[in-house]
């Protein structure tokens, strides 16, 4: 079934979403939105991925679990990856989790479950070989992980050496360090007196503590760790079930959390949740939640896994906790990609385990949509989430004079036009090209292979660039000269040289890399084809009007405003200028081409082709009129293969679709003058 290309963009914009907050999440331990709203965000594409499982790739966010580690520790490879589990919310789903797996194991019986506490922490690895601890790592992104060895060591919870005799010659624990709740105060108070750094909550605490450089640091942290499971060697079991496997650990030394029951059945599930639901604010360390594993290793067993997570587990998560507070202002952030993000500041509140005294409107739809009002009291949420959200407000305390709030006409970056499409709920700026808040990522799209495929340009030499105010905005590129670039750090005599080369080579291109390049909201690799097609040159386009752009097969009334808008900003079109000036030139499009004699064709190439590179061949094909994707289906005109075809040549073959030697692409093209 072939996918609806309005499917194929949302699903890429979710995958892009959650890959941004899982590396937020997971490796800067700095997250942005609450679980609640990463949970649903997961949902939709599994959701999308379920209806249309041709777009699932090996990358996207629920094939893995997190996102790459940092680099500043040595890397740690996992022998077993240390999987994530699936939340459930609702007993009608933990239901649903008890249906499926009595299901799969074809059976009515009733099913055990071992039950404990959903730490919020950070999970780790730590090997024993021979009784003595030999190493730990974090989870990484469930694959490869960073060596946390010599922070481990220090953590006093953990013992050094295990107790008894019985142990195996390797034993691999899984974890959760943690933060206690007095000892995550205490930390706080006393980094106040000495004006450094506060954390938010213990388990920024905890992650922040144990990626210090020098264990001696960690070593004065208060840190804990309970273990939750092992990876067992088949050749030398420990115990058949998850029960006994903590009482195992127990009784070597390993701390498990005390609050751990075996069950009989899922309502004995159900049960324990509500025990420790009401426990929850008088234990010692932060949870958000209770995780139940079905206690027979060989039921496990037997069940498997899915992609990213086990079928023989999931975590119970608890339902929020609320307060009410003041809303003293409202401001406005402006991310990376331009969105503009109304943010409440509040009259600090204490809500689950953290002091609140800012909180996310998300966008402006969802602030008319709560009518959320300076001065309003609000309810504020928090359910284990670094940044909360409001609910609400409440209306009987509203003042009198409470205005409704307005979505601004300029960035507050740069003054630049904030417009907000028909039918979206974000609100961006259109300066994307001059932007302070958004030059990093707009120069590292425009240099970027598809774009103006600058070779060697890569985030850390842009960051080093902008960090020495070397760069301000993309014209600042062509400026740049070897002497500027050989005195930065990393950077030598050589390497400055080979930089500058690859920007002058970069100034001769093509009219669709350079107007993909400029990062127009919504334009594509096709979609800049698309334009350069119909337009022919630069000068046209910019002088199009919304009508006009409309009137393009493929582009609706939201990609062309965002069009309009970018070409109706001053400072963009004064850039533009400036960097035609600097030297980029195209070649002028053909009459021939403009007719797109390939209009409404649909390629798929493989193998590796020996006169011209993949990219070449696609960016031949789509100067034509072409489409060139990545999967075959049904629509597919042909199947270009060239050596050591993978498994499309297959798939082609069964849906009967023409396959194109290099020879007969070379052939077509040349039919054209679009090759050599």
């Not at 979710?14 to 997250?31: G, K, S, W």
């Not at 050094?160 to 007095?182: A, N, T, V």
């Not at 020098?214 to 499971?229: C, M, Q, V």
Request: aromatic share 8%; glycine share 6%; with cysteine.
């Amino acid at each position: 079934m072939s996918v609806p290309e309005k499917i194929s963009h949302q699903y890429q914009q979710l995958v892009n979403q959650i890959n941004e907050h899982n590396y937020r999440y997971y490796v800067l331990d700095n997250p942005i939105i609450p679980d609640e709203e990463y949970d649903h965000l997961f949902r939709e594409l599994q959701s999308l991925e379920s209806q249309y499982p041709e777009l699932v790739t090996p990358q996207s966010p629920t094939q893995r679990v997190g996102s790459e580690p940092l680099k500043i520790f040595a890397e740690a490879k996992h022998e077993q990856p240390m999987l994530s589990i699936d939340n459930v919310f609702t007993l009608d789903e933990l239901q649903a989790f008890n249906d499926r797996i009595q299901q799969r194991l074809k059976t009515t019986e009733k099913i055990a479950f071992a039950c404990e506490p959903k730490l919020d922490g950070v999970a780790v690895s730590i090997i024993y070989c021979q009784g003595q601890l030999d190493q730990a790592s974090t989870r990484g992104d469930g694959y490869t992980g960073e060596d946390v060895t010599q922070n481990i060591r220090t953590i006093k919870a953990i013992p050094l050496s295990l107790r008894g005799e019985d142990f195996p010659d390797q034993l691999e624990i899984r974890g959760e360090i943690y933060m206690s709740k007095k000892g995550f105060n205490r930390f706080n108070q006393e980094a106040a007196k000495k004006g450094l750094k506060i954390f938010v909550n213990p388990r920024n605490a905890a992650s922040g503590s144990l990626r210090q450089l020098d264990p001696k640091i960690t070593a004065t942290r208060p840190l804990g760790f309970f273990a939750y499971g092992v990876v067992q060697n088949q050749q030398e079991l420990i115990a058949g079930t998850q029960f006994e496997i903590l009482e195992k650990l127990q009784y070597w030394g390993i701390p498990v959390a005390p609050e751990h029951e075996l069950v009989n059945d899922i309502e004995g599930c159900e049960k324990y949740y509500q025990r420790i639901l009401k426990k929850r604010e008088n234990l010692s360390y932060e949870i958000d939640g209770v995780v139940y594993k079905v206690n027979s290793l060989a039921l496990q067993e037997q069940l498997g896994y899915v992609s990213r997570a086990p079928r023989w587990a999931v975590a119970h998560k608890f339902p929020a906790i609320e307060k009410a507070t003041r809303v003293k202002a409202i401001e406005f952030q402006v991310g990376r990609t331009g969105a503009v993000t109304p943010v409440a500041r509040l009259e600090p509140v204490f809500v689950g385990g953290a002091t609140v005294s800012n909180a996310t409107l998300h966008n402006f739809d969802e602030v008319w949509r709560k009518d959320v009002r300076v001065g309003d009291r609000v309810i504020v949420r928090r359910a284990g989430d670094v940044i909360p959200e409001i609910v609400g407000p409440i209306l009987a305390d509203r003042p009198v004079n409470a205005e409704k709030f307005p979505m601004p006409a300029h960035c507050p970056v740069c003054g630049a036009d904030v417009v907000k499409a028909e039918g979206e709920s974000v609100a961006r700026c259109m300066g994307g090209l001059f932007c302070r808040a958004q030059v990093k990522e707009a120069l590292k799209h425009f240099v970027s292979r598809k774009a103006m495929n600058v070779d060697g340009l890569g985030d850390k030499v842009i960051e080093l660039l902008l960090a020495e105010k070397l760069l301000e905005n993309v014209t600042d590129l062509y400026h740049l000269t070897a002497d500027n670039l050989a005195v930065l750090p990393r950077l030598g005599e050589k390497s400055a040289e080979k930089l500058i080369k690859a920007i002058e080579k970069s100034k001769k291109t093509s009219l669709p890399r350079f107007l993909y390049a400029l990062g127009i909201r919504d334009v594509g690799e096709a979609t800049a084809q698309t334009l350069a097609q119909h337009f022919g040159d630069l000068d046209s386009l910019t002088q199009a009007s919304e009508e006009d752009l409309q009137n393009i097969s493929d582009i609706g009334p939201i990609v062309s405003a965002h069009i309009y808008a970018f070409f109706h900003q001053k400072h963009n079109l004064e850039i533009i200028k400036k960097l035609l000036q600097s030297g980029i030139h195209w070649p002028a499009i053909p009459v021939s081409i403009k007719h797109q004699p390939l209009k409404n064709k649909v390629y798929v190439i493989t193998g590796t082709l020996s006169s011209l590179s993949r990219e070449e061949a696609g960016d031949a094909l789509k100067k034509l009129g072409a489409k060139v994707t990545n999967s075959v289906s049904n629509k597919t005109t042909a199947l270009i293969v060239g050596a050591d075809p993978g498994s499309k040549m297959q798939k082609a073959q069964d849906l009967n679709i023409p396959i194109l030697t290099e020879q007969e692409l070379l052939n077509l093209l040349a039919t054209y003058r679009q090759w050599p």
